[in-house]
């Protein structure tokens, strides 16, 4: 069964999240989605750019929660869901820039959006070992409680 490390542990590597996604904001705002849509793009392309500006602040807020309580499932699942999207939006972006604006510019996107999704790895393990954790707690839980019915069972029959 994995162990999860305590929380002054897990912190700080909570705490990268938010500054790595961050990498993502300077290099968006250069982007000109109007100009695509001009050239061309489905309108969806410029929604997706609006959307990533947005998810990177709810990353953040996410992360930043989850720092609190690192050892929270519901946080570190609704990080990781966060994270895999903007990390799925921003590439859909990319492609829009590679395409409608500069390949150089969506190159230096994807530098960005790989350095943005660095914890996923990690994230996508702790949620793992976060659930088999709470998967044997429940477990042991529902034992402990059928012995007790059980218990209880037995001494009514005495009576």
């Not at 705490?15 to 990498?23: M, N, S, T």
């Not at 990353?59 to 966060?82: D, I, Y």
């Amino acid at each position: 069964m994995p162990s999860i490390a305590p929380d002054w542990d897990l912190k700080p590597k909570v705490q990268k999240i938010g500054p790595e996604v961050e990498k993502l904001r300077p290099v968006l705002v250069q982007l000109q989605p109007e100009k695509w849509t001009a050239a061309g793009a489905p309108e969806a392309y410029e929604k997706q750019y609006k959307d990533c500006l947005t998810a990177i602040g709810y990353v953040q807020n996410a992360a930043g929660r989850l720092a609190e309580q690192p050892a929270k499932l519901s946080l570190a699942v609704e990080t990781l869901v966060r994270l895999e999207s903007l990390v799925q939006m921003a590439s859909s972006v990319s492609q829009a820039v590679r395409r409608y604006q500069n390949p150089a510019i969506a190159d230096l996107l994807d530098g960005e959006i790989s350095a943005a999704g660095a914890s996923r790895d990690w994230l996508r393990q702790h949620v793992t070992d976060l659930s088999i954790l709470r998967e044997k707690e429940l477990s042991v839980a529902e034992q402990e409680a059928q012995k007790c019915r059980a218990q209880t069972l037995h001494q009514g029959n005495r009576k």
